[in-house]
């Protein structure tokens, strides 16, 4: 019987299929992990602003960009915000998987999600936040979305997904304009959800802790 190959995985960063690509983003080994906002901080309620051309292609955006990442290693998910780390400008980092096990990678500046075409499949799963730290509710999005932005050097970047990858887009686009995902639940699930995260916060944040402290001894041996 002949051998049978086996596809290999599937990345896509910035919106482009690629060869290869590590288990984490570069950028994450040049970042700093910063302290991920909670619901109740007033920089997670609010839109945030278009980050000006000006900063396009400069240090402080590469930089901010570069300690999202890490931050977002660091808490163990699989997309973060601005509004996340306490920056009111309207971007996101991720590293997402869809359902097809397809891995997408990257970030967007000034993301603008598509119109959802009333007539598209709305799924209902559970979904959860780093900024709502521990529980989990069930919500429905749109089965796919598009997101188009640029990327920290001005270039445009358009962004599709569909499944778990769909969410993820629809849930930090959200973020950039000041909405969380406890803000579209009931207001009965919505007090269960907070109830349960304070009773669980304590330990995501040791974990998130101590998540840091892995990535910091894996990079430092790598030299």
């Not at 060869?19 to 992990?33: H, I």
């Not at 910063?34 to 396009?56: F, Q, S």
């Not at 930089?63 to 996340?84: H, K, N, P, S």
Request: with cysteine.
């Amino acid at each position: 019987m002949s051998e049978q190959s086996v596809p290999l995985p599937v990345t896509v960063v910035q919106g482009r299929e690629v060869a290869d690509f590590p288990d984490l983003a570069p950028e994450a080994a040049r970042g700093r992990v910063l302290r991920v906002t909670v619901t109740g901080e007033e920089v997670l309620h609010r839109a945030g602003r278009e980050v000006p051309e000006e900063m396009w292609g400069g240090a402080e955006l590469s930089r901010l960009i570069d300690d999202m990442f890490v931050t977002m290693y660091a808490a163990e998910g699989v997309g973060l915000a601005g509004a996340q780390v306490g920056v009111d400008w309207r971007l996101f980092v991720y590293d997402c998987p869809d359902d097809e096990g397809v891995r997408h990678v990257g970030h967007v500046i000034n993301p603008v999600l598509a119109e959802r075409d009333p007539d598209d499949v709305v799924v209902v799963d559970n979904e959860g936040c780093l900024s709502v730290p521990g529980p989990h509710a069930e919500l429905g999005r749109a089965e796919s979305a598009m997101v188009r932005g640029v990327d920290k050097d001005g270039a445009p970047v358009v962004l599709e997904g569909t499944g778990y990858f769909a969410r993820c887009l629809q849930h930090e686009t959200d973020h950039t304009w000041g909405r969380l995902y406890v803000d579209r639940l009931s207001k009965r699930e919505r007090k269960r959800v907070l109830k349960k995260m304070n009773e669980m916060a304590d330990n995501v944040f040791a974990r998130r802790e101590e998540r840091a402290r892995e990535l910091a001894s894996e990079w430092e041996s790598a030299g």
